[in-house]
């Protein structure tokens, strides 16, 4: 339950709210409906620093990444499965509140110790963000940094489009993404800049591993990255 203010309150009669998940009205604060609470498969810790999966259910292989970790709060399955669908393809931008609620507890929880000194989402080619009119990395990043208190900042961009990584096997993935991200000159990453880098999701990795290098290679000194959701490997 997410404490609302009166405004907020005042709204909710006039725009009920509405399950993230499914889309049925709920209760002023409650973001996610009983019966899909019920249907959302949390990861739980101990992680796998490499995929985000719980260590039981990892597939990944840990290669080694240049993300020093990544995590998440729920497999792509599930009512998170279509919760991400509203926010991605649907347009529905209230979609993300649960995510960003789960994403910084997630984010307290296993990285607790470190300083973020900025939040960068995993851009969109310009093609995709005419058709799909706006980012839904964007969205998670803004509001997880509202939550973190940490500045977000979009550094990177993706200089062209790219075969969707969901549309190709495994193994192609790398390939797919290889230097297709770059950190524009306008943009300036500090050295010794620790970065939360934020996707909607997670399969092999390989997007969110080519946005690390980038930023890397740019200055970062540490990259951590959280999605809002994780897919078991054994699955693609
Ligand atoms: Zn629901
Ligand atoms: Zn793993």
Redesign the pocket.
Known sequence: MVKRNPWERFLSLLYPERCCCCGKTVVCGRVVCTDCRFRLKRILPPL?P??G?AKKD?R?G?HRRHTDRCVAPFYHEGAARSALHRLKFEGKAYAAEMFCLSMAQTVQREFGEVVFDRIVPVPLSRAVFKKRSYNQSLVLAKGLASLLKVDCRELLVKEYETMPQRELPAYRRSGNVLGVFSVPSDKFIHKDCTILLVDDTITTGATIDECAKMLKIYGAKAVYAVTATASRLSEI
């Open positions: 796998c490499c995929c999966c990892c990944c840990r």
